[in-house]
């Protein structure tokens, strides 16, 4: 079993910054990549970026691109995802999950096996 808990949200001014982190425990094997996704309320969930546990190669959706950066401690456990000049539009609730597969720059949540239960971020204008 894997359990993830994310936490760092909060709210922000637009062009703000916030860090999240994601704490996970469980077996290794079945966290060999780490995704961060969000949701907005009425909304789809989408993904945000990926990082292999092993490798450290890092994934982006367009959206963010530039913005954020996924990067994780392996020895801690945890993941982070660091969120620089922030939009309304990010306004979400932030999920951190994982997968025993290696990340394929996929961003799509059937994928991924463990989820957190979510921090809040919200960005006002």
């Known amino acids: 079993q894997v359990q993830l808990v994310e936490s760092g949200g909060g709210s922000v001014q637009a062009g703000g910054s916030l860090r999240l982190s994601c704490a996970a425990s469980?077996?290794?094997?079945?966290?060999?990549?780490m995704a961060w996704f969000r949701q907005a309320p009425g909304k789809e969930r989408e993904g945000v970026a990926t990082?292999?546990?092993?490798?450290?190669?890092?994934y982006y959706a367009d959206s963010v691109q530039g913005r954020f950066t996924i990067s994780q401690d392996n020895a801690k456990n945890t993941v982070f995802l660091q969120m620089n000049s922030l939009k309304p539009e990010d306004t979400a609730t932030y999920y951190c999950?994982?997968?025993?597969?290696?990340?394929?720059?996929?961003?799509?949540?059937?994928?991924?096996?463990?989820w957190g239960q979510g921090t809040q971020v919200t960005v006002s204008s």
């Open positions: 990082i292999s546990r092993r490798k450290g190669t890092t």
């Open positions: 999950a994982a997968d025993e597969r290696y990340c394929s720059g996929e961003l799509v949540t059937s994928r991924f096996d463990y």
């Open positions: 469980g077996n290794a094997a079945s966290r060999a990549c």
